[in-house]
């Protein structure tokens, strides 16, 4: 399975990205995806989380409300699109999938919000 995410870069406060990733190999299309973050020093969070059949989103509380997490089973891709981003929104973002034990993982795209 592997997992490549990408859409990160740099971004004013109050200004949005739209992060993808794209699953390959044996990643079922199906399976629940998710989205972490790691903020320099910090520890691996959760941000947000879709179900197979996308109905289900599942959502920090630091990001309800600004980020919108979105599925596309046919190109077995998963965004997360980011508004209204703040300072503390810094950091490296990873997708994963196979919940709940998020078996899988991308190799991260970096976000930072300049103030």
């Known amino acids: 399975v592997q997992l490549q995410a990408s859409g990160g870069g740099l971004v004013q406060v109050g200004g949005s990205l739209r992060l993808s990733c794209a699953a390959s190999?044996?990643?079922?299309?199906?399976?629940?995806k998710g989205w972490f973050r790691q903020a320099p020093g910090g520890r691996r969070e959760f941000v947000a989380s879709i179900s197979g059949n996308g109905e289900d989103k599942f959502y920090a509380d630091s990001v309800k409300g600004r980020f919108t997490i979105s599925r596309d089973n046919a190109k077995n891709t998963v965004d997360l699109q980011m508004d209204n981003l703040k300072p503390e929104d810094t950091a490296v973002y990873y997708c994963?999938?196979?919940?709940?034990?998020?078996?899988?993982w991308g190799q991260g795209t970096p976000v930072t919000v300049s103030s």
């Open positions: 994963s999938t196979e919940p709940p034990t998020w078996e899988y």
């Open positions: 190999g044996r990643a079922h299309s199906r399976a629940g």
